[in-house]
Every structure is written in structure tokens, then in C-alpha cells.
């Protein structure tokens, strides 16, 4: 396709201008066909690295050694804060030194990037957005807070009748003197909070790109403002005049007339708080949709969690765990370090993976990588069995007694002990007393919930471990009238609790109180189930070893409808030490 007649090209080699760029030079940063690989690596192999198109970028940059110049930096002296190459090291200038490679420096700060990126895009950016709603309400209803005194002015004045109008328009004046004040105070504090809010929203962006970026000196020189971001702006806080009529009286028309108290303002350091951004409302679909079926040719599959939209991660009846892309493809295998079959996974906030492991009665984690396996926890007397990582990233582990006679949750703190959920008020295990599955599941009310298989029911216990509700299936609307069996539990952003029944071959739904809601139907043996943070189902069928995406709900649009309503303009006065809220209430239609 010549691209000087089209509209549309496909992406070329920038060498010979005419093949399809297939290739692409991590270091050089440009596009390669495979034929004009040979000439662009010619003026030195280890000058270039060449990977498919596909995953350009994925290769780290390391800067060349400014004492060793056919060598590159690939190391970092912990004590000198240098980067150093491999000859470097081997000198007697860094001999002793703890040293760490670039590698996990950047993987480190990309963890904390994302971490940062999440935390102004969540928290601290939609704060900013409400401040600056906040105050540009207060400056479009600063002319009906101010109308109001006038209005009053005015109707003490008609009593008056022409032997007033002086006054009043005195006071009309001054009015409109600290109005201006009052206008310029917050317009100034606008117009930082705006100004503080654009330094994030470019802090956003410039985290993007890093993050994106391969340029290892780039990400070096990251420092994070997240520091400077929390530090919210102090509040505005104006006292609006009031107005204070005497008795007429027309031998001292200022006095009786009344008077203004003047407006002031101050700053509150704990004006504002962080607000993490509030999940949108959301309804059923009629039909569950069916986004996508990954055939994983695996079997036994059990327990399934996501990490963010790109990765999946896959247990089953088999020492391996299993990571597959968002299109299917598998990209990664991990082996317990006993070689035993992994109870139950989970993904931590850093993506690292948790799973338990029976045989050595402990809870493992693996960080970057299938060789790096850590115990981290150890029982004694007890048999893990699942696990979550909770929204502040606590971890939930339900286990059993050795002799199958006692069951309950534990959670941990850092991987220490903080609670133990066992008994209810009454002294009776909350729990049914036996080596079957409890998958676990956090809700956004911190309300902690059990599919406990053993009892046939979901058990939902409050934070701090008190019984809400038991619920134990509709049988009468299930689609194969089988007994209730719980197995894999999830939950979404409307505090929805999910639940498999792979006897039934389906997934039910109920409320944050226990109230049944719908059946999803769209399985064959479901398991393990999760939902991600667009609220898009994931299910592993144990028979098939197909992970299925599901869609079920959709985003809530409230019907538009004229009527009348009462519109409250409140305006808030900064001053010291008091404040003051005005509401004008006004009849209008919409």
C-alpha cells in the first residue's frame, strides 16, 4: 500500500521504508523488518536487542558505564547510591557493599508508581474534584447568598418609606465592597486548588509515561510527590454579614435602621479529607452476556484471581499455578515448593502471589518469579485451607484442626495474627467442623464471607466477627432443584455477594443483608470465581477447564422526568472562630 494514495498504512521498517516493521530495536527505538535486522545490528550485536513488535519496550535500558564504556550499568551500590557495571563491582572501591540489581530497583519503583498512580487517580484527584466543585458553588451561589441580606435590607427599608433610602443605599454599597472581598478570597483559593489540581492530574500523566518507559535512568530519577499531594489545601470558611434591624426611629436613622456585621475568613487546616472515589451505581442485565471463553486444556480447575485486566492467575488439582493473558494465552507456570496441590490462591495489592499449602500447613507467597517462594506463615495443629487478601490488604485464611474437629478464619496483619473468628454469641462454631472447602470473600461493607461447603451455606460475619446471616439457597427457584452447595464466593462494587454451585451448575447472587437476588446460568461445573474492578465475572469450570467472562451488570441511568423540587443554596461562611450557613430556598422546575 503506497501511503502517499491511502488514507491508512500498515506500520513500516524504518530502515528500508517499504517492508512491514515485524521487529522492533528496544534500544534504538525503532521499527525493523526481518531483512534489515543484519545491517542494524552490524555495528555491534550487543549495541541493539531486537524482539518482535509486539513486545517492544519490554527490554530495560541500562545506561553505559562512565569509567567501563563497553559496559553497562546493571548494578546499584546501596551504600554509595552509584550505579555500577559488572567491572565495577569487582573492584575494591565497592567491596563489602550491599548491591542490588537495576532490575529490582525497577521493578520496586514500578510497584510504587503504580501504587502512586492509583492513589491520585482513587483518592487524592477525586478530592480535588470535589474541592473545586465545592468552591465554584460557593462562587455561583455567593450573588443569592448576598441577595438574601438585600432582600432583607430592602423589605426593613419599604417601611421606612423615602426617609430611608439613603441609608439603604449606603448599605447596598458596602454590600457590595465585601461581596468583592468575598469574591476575590475565594476566586484565589480556586484558582490554586485548580492550579494544585492540574500539577496532579500532569503528575498522572508523567507516572504514565513512566511506567510505560524502559529508559532504566528515567525511572531512576523518579522521586514521588504523592507526599505533597496529600496535603490537602486548608478550607475556606468566610462568615457572611447579616443584617440586624432596630425600631424605626427618625432622629437617628443609621442606628435604628440596623447594621452589617462584616464578613471574614479563614483557613481550616482540617477542612478537607481524602475521599476515595465513589463506585457507580449499577443494575442487572436482563441476560447475563457471555464476553469471552478461554479454553485453558487444563483440568481440575479450582481457584481463580485476577490481577487488574491483564493477568489471570489458575489453581488446580495439581502442583502448578497457572497465569494466562487477557486473550488465553498461558505465560506463566509456578510449582509448590512441596509439590503438593496449592488449596487456594491469591494476588496481593503488589501482585505478588499467595497460596496455602497443606502439607506444610503454611501460606507461601511468590514474588517475582517461580524460583522465589517464601514461607511466610507456618500453623501448627491447623490445615489452611483458602485465602483473600482484604481492600486494605490484610490476608483472611479460614483452616481446620489436624483431627477435622474445629474450623475458623484467621486474619493477619503484615502476616502477623491480628483476629481469630470462631465462636458466635452463643458459644457454637460459626463454621461447620471439617476438612471441606471455605473459599473467602472481603465485601466493600468489610463484612467477611464463607462459602462453607460443609454446612451448605454461606456464612457472612461482620469485621469484628459477630454472625450477620446465614444464607443457604432457593431451592425452589434453583434451575436444577439440587441442594445448595457453595463453593468459590466473590463479591462487586454494589456489595453484591457471588457464590458457585457447581452441583447446580450456577452462580447465585444476593445482597449485602442475605437477601436473594438472581441466578446466573451460563456454566458447567463452576468453581472458582472472581470479579475484577469492572465488575466483569471470571469462572472456572472444574470439568471443562474453561474460564468464562461474564458481564452482568450495567450502569444505572435514572429516567428523566420533569417535576418540581426545592432548590437549597447553601453558603458557607468562613470566619473566625464561627460559621455560618444560609439556605435560600426557591421554588424551580426542571
Not at 541493539?48 to 527490554?59: A, C, D, G, L
Not at 484565589?188 to 509515561?209: C, F, H, P
Not at 457464590?499 to 456454566?523: E, K, P
Not at 465488575?535 to 467472562?549: F, M, P, R
Request: proline share 3%; charged share 25%.
Amino acid at each position: 500500500m503506497d501511503p502517499r494514495r491511502s488514507g491508512q498504512d500498515v506500520i513500516r521498517c524504518e530502515l528500508c521504508k517499504e517492508n512491514v516493521g515485524e521487529m522492533y530495536c528496544d534500544f534504538c527505538h525503532i521499527r525493523l523488518c526481518i531483512p534489515c535486522i543484519g545491517s542494524h545490528i552490524a555495528n555491534g550485536y550487543d549495541n541493539h536487542k531486537v524482539v518482535p513488535f509486539q513486545k517492544r519496550k519490554s527490554t530495560l535500558v541500562y545506561a553505559r558505564c562512565t569509567i567501563h564504556e563497553n559496559k553497562r550499568n546493571k548494578f546499584k551500590c546501596v551504600e554509595c547510591n552509584v550505579c555500577l557495571c559488572s567491572l565495577c563491582v569487582s573492584s575494591n572501591s565497592h567491596k563489602g557493599h550491599d548491591l542490588v540489581h537495576l532490575s529490582q530497583v525497577n521493578l520496586t519503583t514500578k510497584q510504587s508508581v503504580r501504587k502512586d498512580a492509583r492513589e491520585l487517580k482513587n483518592i487524592i484527584s477525586p478530592t480535588y474534584d470535589a474541592i473545586v466543585s465545592e468552591l465554584e458553588s460557593q462562587v455561583a451561589g455567593l450573588d443569592n447568598a448576598y441577595d438574601e441580606v438585600i432582600f432583607s435590607i430592602i423589605q426593613h427599608g419599604e417601611k421606612l418609606h423615602k426617609e430611608v433610602d439613603n441609608v439603604i443605599g449606603n448599605m447596598k454599597n458596602e454590600l457590595n465592597e465585601m461581596k468583592n472581598s468575598h469574591l476575590d478570597i475565594l476566586k484565589k483559593k480556586l484558582d490554586g486548588v485548580v492550579q494544585q489540581r492540574n500539577s496532579i492530574q500532569q503528575a498522572m500523566r508523567y507516572l504514565w509515561e513512566i511506567e510505560q518507559s524502559n529508559e532504566i535512568m528515567e525511572i531512576m530519577v523518579y522521586k514521588s510527590r504523592i507526599e505533597e499531594f496529600r496535603q490537602l489545601p486548608p478550607k475556606v470558611q468566610i462568615t457572611l454579614p447579616t443584617f440586624n434591624a432596630k425600631s424605626i426611629n427618625t432622629e437617628d436613622m443609621r442606628n435604628i435602621f440596623g447594621f452589617l456585621t462584616r464578613f471574614s475568613s479563614a483557613l481550616d487546616e482540617q477542612g478537607y479529607t481524602l475521599k476515595r472515589k465513589q463506585p457507580e451505581i449499577k443494575e442487572f442485565l436482563n441476560e447475563e452476556e457471555l464476553v469471552t471463553t478461554f479454553i485453558t486444556e487444563l483440568e481440575g480447575l479450582n481457584s481463580i484471581a485476577v490481577v487488574g485486566n491483564e493477568n489471570i492467575w489458575i489453581s488446580r488439582k495439581a502442583s502448578d499455578m497457572n497465569c494466562f493473558d487477557s486473550e488465553g494465552r498461558l505465560t506463566k507456570t509456578i510449582h509448590s515448593s512441596t509439590g503438593e496441590i496449592p488449596n487456594d490462591i491469591a494476588v496481593t495489592e503488589d501482585g505478588d502471589i499467595l497460596y496455602t499449602d497443606w502439607k506444610s500447613s503454611s501460606i507461601n507467597v511468590v514474588k517475582n518469579g517461580p524460583g522465589n517462594i517464601e514461607e511466610k506463615i507456618t500453623l501448627h495443629g491447623w490445615i489452611p485451607v483458602n485465602l483473600c487478601v482484604t481492600f486494605f490488604n490484610d490476608l483472611l485464611v479460614s483452616m481446620y484442626k489436624e483431627d477435622g474437629s474445629e474450623s475458623k478464619v484467621v486474619r493477619y496483619t503484615d502476616f502477623v495474627e491480628k483476629q481469630t473468628i470462631q465462636y458466635g454469641d452463643n458459644g457454637q462454631q460459626l463454621l461447620s467442623a471439617n476438612n471441606f472447602i471455605k473459599y473467602l470473600a472481603e465485601n466493600r461493607n468489610r463484612d467477611i464471607c464463607v462459602a462453607d461447603n460443609g454446612a451448605n451455606a454461606v456464612v457472612v460475619v461482620a469485621q469484628n466477627g459477630r454472625l450477620r446471616f446465614q444464607y443457604k439457597g432457593q431451592p425452589q427457584s434453583s434451575p436444577n432443584q439440587q441442594q445448595f452447595h457453595p463453593f468459590g464466593i466473590a463479591t462487586d462494587s454494589q456489595s453484591h455477594i457471588l457464590t458457585s454451585d457447581s452441583d447446580d451448575h450456577c452462580i447465585h447472587i444476593i445482597d449485602a443483608d442475605g437477601n436473594f437476588l438472581r441466578h446466573l446460568n451460563s456454566f458447567s461445573d463452576p468453581w472458582g470465581i472472581c470479579v475484577d474492578e469492572n465488575d466483569i465475572l471470571y469462572v472456572a469450570e472444574l470439568i471443562t477447564g474453561n474460564v468464562k467472562k461474564i458481564k452482568y451488570l450495567k450502569i444505572f441511568y435514572a429516567p428523566f422526568r420533569r417535576r418540581d423540587s426545592v432548590l437549597l443554596c447553601c453558603c458557607l461562611s468562613v470566619g473566625p472562630p464561627t460559621v455560618s450557613v444560609h439556605f435560600l430556598r426557591k421554588k424551580c422546575s426542571y
